[in-house]
């Protein structure tokens, strides 16, 4: 493989992570190449030597993507770090995905359910009031705020579960990422059938 | 596809030997990948991928050195977590090792005590 085919092999892994994080790992490894070339190896050598791009490319959107949600906790870095998780193959789609399935939907619905307590609770402390709320304006007001409470205390914990679970997701992949998929493969293998896992 | 034993254990000493080569000086990607792949036989692009997760872990911090030709490099070093990190996966390395050995170099067991209750077949 020459050093432009890996580099677009790379490239083309690479797609989905911000431009300036796909820069910055293309610039590594062509200073790698050329550190290469410097120390008077071919460009073949090199690449073989460098592995498998397409898996390369896999794990440095993972890590990418781990990064991210370590940084910032939002449903998008979530989603990315997941889904970047997932396509290491490390963890078993057959039995995993169905479970993961069910626990997202649940969350999902959690969510839906909290959303529309906080709805239903404002309409009670706004119209309340004005509707002939059997109690009185003022407890209308009050339930009203009541219901809100509860669907901001219960999405707060949602939201830790939701983080938690993620959490757990990335450590059970990397832990069986190091120990399943080998980081480190012997160089025949890359040379003779590809990537073998 | 099963794996020997030697691809785990080399897999699972590649960050202690990357913290411990930076201890003794910083370094750049392709020495540090290079010099791995001489002693531990590795794929030399695992490095990157690996570099990344220190970094982003907080093991090692990174800075540009100009260079009178070419393109500014990337230098790797320990922050002090990398320091610390070092130490303490140096002392559990030494105890598993230990262990290990001490099983391997262990002189044959004794033989089994007599058996006195006298109830052999």
């Given at each position: 493989m020459t050093r432009a085919d890996f580099l677009a092999r790379l490239k083309r892994g690479l797609v989905g992570l911000p431009t300036s994080t796909a820069a910055d790992i293309l610039n590594d490894y062509e200073a790698h190449f050329d550190d290469g070339k410097a120390a008077g190896r071919s460009e073949a050598e090199v690449a073989d030597a460098l592995g498998d791009p397409d898996r390369l490319a896999r794990e440095l959107k993972a890590e990418a993507g781990v990064k991210r949600w370590t940084q910032e906790q939002t449903p998008s870095a979530a989603a990315g770090a997941v889904f970047a998780v997932l396509g290491l193959g490390a963890i078993d789609i057959i039995i995993l995905l169905p479970i993961l399935m069910g626990v997202i939907g649940t969350l999902f619905g959690c969510f839906v359910a909290v959303i529309a307590l906080f709805g239903s609770g404002l309409g009670v402390m706004v119209a309340g009031p004005f509707a002939g709320f059997p109690g009185g304006g003022l407890a209308a007001f009050f339930i009203g705020l009541g219901l809100m409470a509860c669907a901001v205390t219960v999405g707060a914990l949602l939201s830790i579960a939701t983080i938690l679970l993620v959490n757990g997701l990335i450590w059970f992949a990397r832990l069986h990422y190091r120990l399943l998929?080998?980081?480190?493969?012997?160089h025949a293998v890359n040379s003779t059938s590809g990537d073998p896992a | 596809m099963p794996e020997t034993i030697e691809i785990q254990l080399k897999k699972g000493v590649l960050g202690l030997c990357v913290l411990a080569l930076l201890k003794r000086g910083d370094s750049y990607a392709y020495e540090i990948a290079s010099r791995l792949s001489d002693a531990i036989?590795?794929?030399?692009?695992?490095i990157y991928p690996l570099m990344r997760r220190m970094q982003s872990d907080g093991l090692v911090e990174t800075y540009l050195v100009e260079s009178s030709a070419g393109p500014s490099r990337k230098y790797y070093r320990l922050s002090e977590a990398g320091r610390e990190a070092l130490a303490v996966q140096t002392a559990d390395w030494k105890t598993f090792t230990d262990a290990v050995d001490a099983v391997l170099n262990e002189a044959p067991l004794t033989p089994v005590p007599e058996n006195t209750t006298g109830d052999v077949q």
């Amino acid at each position: 493989m020459t050093r432009a085919d890996f580099l677009a092999r790379l490239k083309r892994g690479l797609v989905g992570l911000p431009t300036s994080t796909a820069a910055d790992i293309l610039n590594d490894y062509e200073a790698h190449f050329d550190d290469g070339k410097a120390a008077g190896r071919s460009e073949a050598e090199v690449a073989d030597a460098l592995g498998d791009p397409d898996r390369l490319a896999r794990e440095l959107k993972a890590e990418a993507g781990v990064k991210r949600w370590t940084q910032e906790q939002t449903p998008s870095a979530a989603a990315g770090a997941v889904f970047a998780v997932l396509g290491l193959g490390a963890i078993d789609i057959i039995i995993l995905l169905p479970i993961l399935m069910g626990v997202i939907g649940t969350l999902f619905g959690c969510f839906v359910a909290v959303i529309a307590l906080f709805g239903s609770g404002l309409g009670v402390m706004v119209a309340g009031p004005f509707a002939g709320f059997p109690g009185g304006g003022l407890a209308a007001f009050f339930i009203g705020l009541g219901l809100m409470a509860c669907a901001v205390t219960v999405g707060a914990l949602l939201s830790i579960a939701t983080i938690l679970l993620v959490n757990g997701l990335i450590w059970f992949a990397r832990l069986h990422y190091r120990l399943l998929k080998p980081a480190l493969e012997p160089h025949a293998v890359n040379s003779t059938s590809g990537d073998p896992a | 596809m099963p794996e020997t034993i030697e691809i785990q254990l080399k897999k699972g000493v590649l960050g202690l030997c990357v913290l411990a080569l930076l201890k003794r000086g910083d370094s750049y990607a392709y020495e540090i990948a290079s010099r791995l792949s001489d002693a531990i036989d590795m794929g030399e692009g695992t490095i990157y991928p690996l570099m990344r997760r220190m970094q982003s872990d907080g093991l090692v911090e990174t800075y540009l050195v100009e260079s009178s030709a070419g393109p500014s490099r990337k230098y790797y070093r320990l922050s002090e977590a990398g320091r610390e990190a070092l130490a303490v996966q140096t002392a559990d390395w030494k105890t598993f090792t230990d262990a290990v050995d001490a099983v391997l170099n262990e002189a044959p067991l004794t033989p089994v005590p007599e058996n006195t209750t006298g109830d052999v077949q």
